[in-house]
């Protein structure tokens, strides 16, 4: 079936450090959409990407869409300790199915 | 306030014991769905409903039933639990197809000795 493969799995990043995290469709998405998850939360929507090629940014965030609309990532730039939690991205293959990512989780020491 | 409420929070059962995680929202949203979490596997779909009355299987549902009478409730049943179904519940609801955001309720935490 459909599968969203997501890494890293795990990274553990120095505060100020950047971090980056990687999606990967083995089909063409209609969108991609990515949301968060904090220690002991709920996954939270924070962006939707639809067009090829297509870079959003949101402060020190900045989302991907691939020319072939089959990869995605999400860069955060000089990590802060309030960025920690895990980043799950979804694509959406046809009608509302989403299919999520494995996520990753992001430590920031400080 | 607009969101997805889910109970109970925590929930410790026994083997083959019947039981009920409640979903309601109170957006009008078309859409729900039950994804259940497991560490490495990210979020999998147990079952979705496109509206009342209307509802299929997602990537996981053995084990598990659901029901949608109204548009707010989407509940999870899971008719004889099994120590393998010890997991972190989610449900969710977006207004509909297409472009649309899922709304996570606060999770569901069960344990199943």
């Not at chain 2, 707010?72 to 977006?94: H, K, V």
């Not at chain 2, 606060?106 to 344990?111: D, K, S, V």
Request: charged share 20%; glycine share 8%; hydrophobic share 30%.
């Amino acid at each position: 079936g459909q599968q969203v493969m997501q890494i890293p799995q795990y990274q553990h990043v120095q505060e100020g450090e950047d971090f980056t995290t990687y999606c990967n469709s083995s089909t063409t998405l209609s969108n991609i959409q990515w949301y968060k998850q904090r220690p002991g939360g709920h996954p939270v929507f924070l962006i939707q990407l639809v067009k090829s090629g297509e870079v959003k940014k949101q402060k020190r965030l900045t989302f991907q869409f691939g020319e072939a609309k089959k990869n995605s990532s999400l860069h955060i730039t000089a990590t802060q300790t309030t960025d920690v939690g895990t980043y799950f991205c979804a694509g959406r293959v046809y009608g509302n199915k989403l299919v999520f990512g494995a996520g990753t989780i992001l430590r920031v020491k400080s | 306030e607009a969101q997805v409420t889910q109970n109970p929070r925590y929930l410790i059962t026994v083997t083959g014991k019947k039981l009920t995680v409640t979903c309601s929202q109170n957006m009008n949203h078309e859409y729900m769905s039950w994804y259940r979490q497991d560490p490495g596997l990210g979020l999998r779909q147990i079952y979705y409903s496109m509206n009342v009355e209307v509802t299929d299987k997602g990537d996981v549902p053995e084990g598990y039933k659901v029901s949608r009478k109204e548009k707010r409730n989407f509940p999870l049943i899971l008719e004889s639990p099994s120590p393998n179904q010890t997991s972190l519940y989610f449900c969710a609801s977006s207004p509909g197809t297409g472009l649309t955001e899922a709304f996570f309720g606060q999770g569901t935490r069960l344990t199943v000795v």
